[in-house]
């Protein structure tokens, strides 16, 4: 633990505590501890709960410090950079420390599929403004390319997967609970005494549940209902599944290249990226090919991304060109792993359209530079 004494008391400090916790405020020595003032009062903290008080800065100042050590041709700094950013909101700032990142290396395709994308964010959420840095030359676009998924095509796959034995945070936004109720008041269940008023009094989440069994809820409805995290089948894609393929089928020789193998492109630029972690599941669920599916929900055994991992002596499909194996047999770990994991999702799958795929939110082409 960083030593506590000498601590400046008139600048914000940011106190991280041992259970995971920060705050930030004003900070003063007490007996024994220190006092934090928040904006909604203030708390002493013993000095056994904390682990550490730094210097407190906002987002755009961590970004701006980070951007400043970058060096002048670090294109992948950008990128990831870029990311961050993004993540936490600066979309403008993201967008240009993507361009930096392409004007630095034109063929850099994942930093102009983000671009892309983060353009795409800015027009939906605000108007137009000049980027917050501005590259010499103003990099080409290939409208053409598939572009990662973006927040409201995460929230929809979440509502798609979410079973009953999930227990994740939801936002419910726009009077959607009441706009469900005026559509479905008098109707099975809910021309019941008492039933809509016992549906008002369950959680969230069970609410959800219910409102996905009881009506086909349409775009407008699934678009205000967000869960917040992920449910138990995406994560165990992310965390189990998604690695066992990263490394042998999305490399650039591979899956992972501008010319992706058989028309199938996956991601695998960052080990940690909602975004990438989500195209590539969905990529993955609804890609067809003649030899049939690559995950087939009602018959995990035969799904093509078990079958094309087997040594071909062994798969009932073999990989249509030479390939090292990802499984020994059928009995490998890795194998039972994911043949379970497809067996967990829904089926049948519900042919749901992202938001993304909708007609008004297709992306376009960027304006030429003026």
Excluded at 43 to 63: A, C, K, N
Excluded at 103 to 109: G, L
Aim: glycine residues 8%; charged residues 25%.
């Amino acid at each position: 633990m960083l030593a506590l004494a000498g601590v400046a008391l008139a600048a914000p400090r940011e106190v991280v505590l041992r259970d995971g916790r920060s705050l930030v405020g004003e900070v003063t020595p007490i007996e024994g501890g220190f006092r934090v003032v928040l904006p909604l009062g203030a708390v002493e903290v013993p000095i056994d709960q904390i682990v550490q008080i730094r210097p407190y800065s906002t987002p755009g100042d961590e970004l701006a410090r980070r951007w400043a050590e970058l060096a002048p041709r670090d294109a992948r700094g950008r990128y990831r950079l870029a990311q961050w950013a993004r993540d936490g909101g600066l979309l403008s700032e993201a967008e240009a420390l993507l361009a930096e990142a392409v004007a630095i290396r034109p063929d850099y395709e994942n930093a102009q599929l983000l671009l892309a994308l983060v353009r795409r964010e800015r027009a939906q959420t605000q108007p137009a403004t000049a980027p917050a840095r501005s590259p010499a030359t103003q990099p080409t676009i290939r409208p053409s390319q598939p572009v990662l998924l973006g927040p409201d095509d995460v929230a929809r796959i979440r509502l798609e997967e979410l079973r009953s034995h999930d227990r994740l945070p939801v936002e419910f936004r726009n009077d959607v609970i009441e706009r469900f109720l005026d559509r479905v008041r008098g109707q099975g269940r809910f021309a019941q005494p008492g039933y809509e008023a016992r549906f008002r009094r369950q959680g969230r989440l069970v609410q959800v549940i219910e409102m996905l069994e009881t009506d086909p809820l349409d775009d407008a409805l699934k678009a205000d209902i967000r869960i917040l995290n992920d449910p138990a089948s995406l994560a165990q894609f992310r965390r189990r599944v998604w690695p066992i393929y990263r490394q042998g089928c999305a490399t650039d020789a591979c899956h992972g290249g501008v010319k992706s193998a058989g028309g199938l492109r996956l991601f695998a630029q960052d080990l940690v990226s909602e975004a990438q972690d989500y195209t590539n599941f969905h990529t993955l669920d609804t890609h067809d090919s003649p030899r049939g599916r690559l995950i087939d929900r009602g018959l995990p055994d035969q799904s093509l991304l078990l079958q094309f991992g087997l040594p071909a002596g062994r798969a009932m499909t073999a990989h249509p060109v030479k390939i090292r194996p990802l499984f020994y047999s059928k009995d490998d770990a890795g194998y039972r792993l994911v043949e379970a994991w497809i067996g967990s999702l829904l089926y049948p799958r519900g042919e749901y359209a992202l938001p993304s795929e909708a007609p008004q939110a297709e992306a376009e082409a960027p304006e030429a530079p003026r």
